[in-house]
């Protein structure tokens, strides 16, 4: 990091501050990802608690149809128990453990969101349901995908923020 006396050096022309702010929106991503990642841990914990409890309530708020049956009793609590274990398995690990839950969890998500897809192509479930329970898991893919890349560092570290109005002081370190 430089102060805000010296020029940044880490790309040409960039002005006094630049790797600072740099560092702040790293730090803003960072933990935007983790934030992304516990929340849907926490969802699917309690999504999956209450597909186990009341699962005619849970396929209801999901858009299936208002009529009970053992079937879908059934299978609403199969999906929920899933969840639970996915959400319990991430929020109980750390490191290369909750990394391994986190990419068993995507691979469930894009499962989902590929399903989802083919129901709305397909036209058999209302397009309601299925555009919402999509997007659901597309979502869920999409901050799965976010939490692997940055794991791997695949997503770029330096991000080309202009060069900050204030004097790096005002920026935390």
Not at 23 to 50: H, S
Not at 147 to 157: E, L, Q
Request: aromatic share 4%; net charge positive; proline share 6%.
């Amino acid at each position: 990091m430089t102060d805000a006396t010296t020029q940044s050096t880490d790309r040409p022309g960039a002005g006094p501050g630049t790797s600072e702010a740099r560092d702040v929106i790293q730090t803003g991503l960072d933990r935007a990802v983790e934030t992304g990642l516990l929340a849907m841990a926490v969802g699917r914990l309690a999504g999956g608690a209450a597909s186990r409890v009341t699962p005619s309530g849970t396929a209801r708020f999901f858009g299936a149809a208002a009529e009970r049956s053992p079937e879908l009793d059934y299978v609403v609590r199969v999906c929920g128990i899933r969840a639970m274990a996915l959400g319990l398995g991430y929020l109980s690990t750390t490191d290369d453990a909750r990394r391994r839950w986190q990419q068993l969890a995507l691979l469930c998500d894009i499962s989902d969101t590929v399903a989802g897809i083919g129901d709305l192509v397909r036209g058999k479930v209302p397009r309601s349901t299925a555009l919402g329970a999509t997007l659901r898991a597309g979502i869920f893919a999409a901050i799965g995908a976010a939490g692997v890349a940055h794991d791997r560092g695949t997503v770029p570290r330096a991000i080309d923020a202009p060069p900050p109005t204030h004097h790096a002081e005002v920026l935390p370190k």
